[in-house]
């Protein structure tokens, strides 16, 4: 899994590609999440337009990132899922929990 | 559990420890046995092996997937809840490929799992927790599931009707 993250009107998107699943991504997901709050950026956009894999670690993930952010009085919104994650998060009910966005700007304007 | 040593019989063959090396059997009914360390390779392992062997059994490219998928889930029980990464403790992994059927059998040598303690993890309760949404995705995935735990461990079924499910399973077919 590839990460990257990037600024945008106060808004870290955070942008994945290749999968989130155990021992592969959700490390990395997790990591760069934390390293996000511990710098006080609390707004949080995960683009997953490009993660063709996820397995039940990594929806744990998913989930565990959005407490995170939530608990310390932040946001954390997915972004553009694939038809794959989307089925995912339909199946386990996790799709009405999150905030799902499929256009940036309009996402990082919901921030605020 | 014990997992038997097996030879070139009736269509079975037991690989070494670790390995994944594929045979096709130029049978009507195709079975391959694999034996298989604790560890996260088995798991990427098993479902790359799922994907080809559910790919040459002629399911169309979503049923593969969520073949792969379950496979990946069981091994991932299978290593982490059955045997806890103990190196001495294996994961069998069975395939059996008949003209109704993909049949996938894993087996871990751990303590066996409660069947009744595992949550709903659509539950509102649960919704929320990190873990605990394996069981389910394989049976949302397979037509069926059949979980067998004993104090020799686990031993998990998935069946994939290669035409659909049939009457009495989830969905009929048309």
């Not at chain 1, 710098?39 to 039940?56: A, C, M, P």
């Not at chain 1, 952010?69 to 932040?74: A, P």
């Not at chain 2, 009707?161 to 399973?169: C, E, I, L, M």
Request: proline letters at 3%; one cysteine or more.
């Amino acid at each position: 899994m590839k990460i990257s993250n990037r600024q945008v009107d106060g808004v870290s998107i955070v942008d994945c590609s290749g999968r989130i699943t155990l021992g592969e991504g959700s490390v990395t997901l997790r990591d760069t999440v934390r390293e996000l709050l511990s710098k006080g950026r609390k707004k949080i956009l995960l683009n997953l337009g490009e993660v063709n894999y996820i397995d039940s670690s990594g929806i744990g993930e998913l989930v565990s990132a959005f407490t995170t952010v939530r608990n310390q009085g932040g946001e954390l919104k997915l972004l553009n899922l694939t038809k794959k994650v989307h089925d995912l998060l339909q199946i386990t009910k996790l799709y009405t929990v999150f905030d799902v966005k499929d256009d940036e700007a309009a996402a990082v304007k919901s921030f605020n | 559990m014990r997992f038997p040593a097996r030879g070139n019989e009736d269509g079975w063959i037991r690989f070494g420890v670790g390995k994944l090396i594929h045979k096709i059997f130029a049978m009507t009914k195709q079975r391959v046995s694999y034996t298989l360390d604790s560890t996260l390779e088995t798991v990427d392992n098993a479902e790359q092996t799922a994907t080809r062997i559910a790919a040459e059994a002629g399911f169309e490219e979503d049923e593969v997937m969520q073949i792969s998928m379950a496979v990946r889930e069981a091994a991932i029980n299978a290593v982490l809840h059955g045997n806890a990464y103990d190196p001495g403790k294996k994961v069998r992994l069975d395939f059996e490929s008949t003209a109704r059927d993909l049949v996938i059998t894993i087996a871990d040598q751990g303590k066996g799992l409660d069947v009744s303690k595992i949550p709903d993890p659509l539950a509102p309760e649960n919704i929320l927790k990190t873990s605990g949404r394996g069981i389910f995705l394989i049976r949302s995935f397979m037509d069926e599931v059949h979980i067998h735990p004993s104090h020799e461990g686990t031993e998990i079924k998935l069946i994939k009707h290669v035409h659909g499910p049939t009457v009495g399973g989830k969905e009929a077919s048309p």
